[in-house]
């Protein structure tokens, strides 16, 4: 293999399913790019209420509700999280790309608001195997390989995550037989709860980069939890 990239790839222990029932339950979608309005359509689909949100005020709100793959009717807030609304949600999702150290965020775990990311939300809804790919080089070419290898011998393969495709917009379509390839950035990995892939491969460039990225992680969730 070139250079000193390696690939380690893990079985993990199956652990029993642990699904939130969202139905009519109002859920908060941090960012409204195509993650986020993926998110909250995966969340309309189920039968939650989004509610879209930006702290960038200046957005075209009117521009962003005439997209196409805008959820119709869902609520779009722009600027500061209204505290009234706090008292009203289930649960809020975060879009690839926002810190878990906005002061938002804060906010809602103040407000014991579970805060999920977008690998999480999709999880919830998941119904079959998983392989997720992360770490630091090579996880798209890493995603593609595996994911065209898949679809050689299994019809319903889905390869989705930063690699294009929002996890999101692909896991209603999941069944019992069906296999989903993830690439998924150790960043969304900091939103992650009950996430529990089959296989796990993890990209690393040297290996003490990947024990490094791995207790940043685990520190930061513990940070999370006191």
Not at 19 to 46: E, H, I, P, T, Y
Not at 112 to 136: F, S
Not at 140 to 149: K, P, S
């Given at each position: 293999?070139?250079?000193?990239?390696e690939?380690?790839?893990?079985l993990?222990?199956?652990?029993?399913?642990?699904n939130?029932d969202?139905?009519g339950?109002?859920?908060?979608v941090?960012?409204c790019?195509?993650?986020?309005?993926g998110?909250?359509g995966?969340?309309?689909k189920?039968?939650a209420v989004p509610?879209?949100?930006?702290?960038?005020?200046?957005?075209d709100?009117?521009a962003?509700?005439?997209?196409?793959?805008?959820?119709?009717?869902t609520?779009?807030?722009?600027?500061?999280?209204?505290?009234?609304?706090?008292s009203?949600l289930?649960?809020?999702?975060?879009?690839?790309g926002i810190?878990?150290?906005?002061a938002?965020?804060?906010t809602?775990e103040?407000a014991?608001?579970?805060?999920?990311g977008e690998?999480?939300?999709?999880?919830n809804?998941?119904?079959?195997k998983?392989?997720a790919i992360?770490?630091?080089?090579?996880?798209?070419?890493?995603?593609?390989?595996?994911g065209?290898?898949?679809?050689?011998?299994?019809?319903?393969t889905?390869?989705?995550g930063?690699i294009?495709?929002?996890?999101?917009?692909?896991?209603l379509?999941?069944?019992?037989?069906?296999?989903?390839v993830?690439?998924?950035?150790?960043?969304?990995?900091?939103?992650?709860?009950?996430?529990?892939?089959?296989?796990?491969i993890?990209?690393?460039?040297?290996?003490?980069q990947?024990?490094?990225s791995?207790?940043?992680?685990?520190?930061k969730?513990?940070k999370?939890?006191?």
């Amino acid at each position: 293999m070139q250079g000193n990239i390696e690939r380690k790839c893990c079985l993990w222990q199956r652990k029993e399913r642990i699904n939130m029932d969202l139905l009519g339950k109002k859920v908060l979608v941090a960012g409204c790019g195509k993650s986020g309005l993926g998110a909250a359509g995966l969340l309309q689909k189920a039968g939650a209420v989004p509610v879209l949100f930006d702290e960038n005020e200046k957005l075209d709100g009117k521009a962003l509700c005439a997209r196409e793959d805008y959820p119709k009717d869902t609520a779009l807030v722009l600027g500061s999280l209204p505290k009234e609304l706090l008292s009203e949600l289930s649960l809020a999702v975060l879009s690839p790309g926002i810190s878990i150290e906005e002061a938002f965020v804060s906010t809602l775990e103040e407000a014991d608001i579970p805060v999920w990311g977008e690998i999480e939300l999709a999880w919830n809804y998941e119904k079959g195997k998983v392989l997720a790919i992360t770490g630091t080089n090579g996880k798209t070419t890493t995603t593609t390989l595996v994911g065209e290898i898949l679809k050689r011998y299994q019809d319903n393969t889905f390869v989705v995550g930063n690699i294009g495709t929002p996890y999101t917009q692909e896991v209603l379509k999941t069944d019992k037989d069906s296999v989903t390839v993830a690439e998924i950035s150790s960043f969304q990995l900091e939103t992650a709860v009950h996430f529990h892939p089959l296989y796990l491969i993890h990209t690393s460039e040297p290996t003490r980069q990947a024990e490094i990225s791995y207790a940043v992680f685990c520190l930061k969730k513990k940070k999370r939890k006191k």
